[in-house]
T-cell receptor, first 115, second 111 residues
């Protein structure tokens, strides 16, 4: 498995502000992902964080709203910009270990409430 | 487009009452099907990966099985500590190692 530290674990933010979420992994991984989990909904992939290049965003998610950094193989950040109440959600960092299987492991998540 | 449907949405069991959770999927070439457990306020915890129809995996009171269209998570003689949301996800053979998740089944086991 992988040890994934995600910070902050929760936050309450004012609308119009931005929040940066950090994800630190205990070893180098090739692929890191950011997911969103809205209340009562399944996990939805926001983007793949690529080391040394721009993130790859899924349909419905754009870089201006969710800028992502991946400065090295163990760390990534996701920023939720110009927040509105609709951004209230759990944000999850995930990594994939390309070993025997391709299991994805998750951080504990960041519970964001926008007021 | 890959799709995952889990049923039931919620399940309430008495301690010791065995049952099964269902995960139906459509995917353009299955690389793997994953089961996760998620406790409130925490990220998903990996349970199993299944790769081909007919495969089964077990862990304590849980057993996961896979067919070409669905997967079952069987819970034998559950205990209250098995209460959690169980998530199913598929990974397609093509593209990145991304997962498509179902909405989950919320399991509550009463003593």
């Amino acid at each position: 498995s992988a040890v994934i530290s995600q910070k902050p674990s929760r936050d309450i933010c004012q609308r119009g502000t931005s929040l940066t979420i950090q994800c630190q992994v205990d070893s180098q991984v090739t692929m890191m992902f950011w997911y969103r989990q809205q209340p009562g909904q399944s996990l939805t992939l926001i983007a793949t964080a690529n080391q040394g290049s721009e993130a790859t965003y899924e349909s419905g998610f754009v870089i201006d709203k969710f800028p992502i950094s991946r400065p090295n193989l163990t760390f990534s950040t996701l920023t939720v910009s110009n927040m509105s109440p609709e951004d209230s959600s759990i944000y999850l960092c995930s990594v994939v270990r390309q070993g025997i299987g391709t299991e994805a492991f998750f951080g504990q998540g960041t519970r964001l409430t926008v007021v | 487009e890959d799709q995952v449907t889990q049923s039931p949405e919620a399940l309430r069991l008495q301690e010791g009452e065995s049952s099964s959770l269902n995960c139906s999927y459509t995917v353009s070439g299955l690389r793997g099907l994953f089961w996760y457990r998620q406790d409130p306020g925490k990220g998903p915890e990996f349970l199993f990966t299944l790769y081909s129809a007919g495969e089964e995996k077990e862990k304590e009171r849980l057993k996961a099985t896979l067919t070409k269209k669905e997967s079952f998570l069987h819970i034998t003689a559950p205990k209250p500590e098995d209460s959690a949301t169980y998530l199913c996800a598929v990974q397609a053979r093509s593209g990145y190692s991304t997962l498509t998740f179902g909405k989950g089944t919320m399991l509550l086991v009463s003593p």
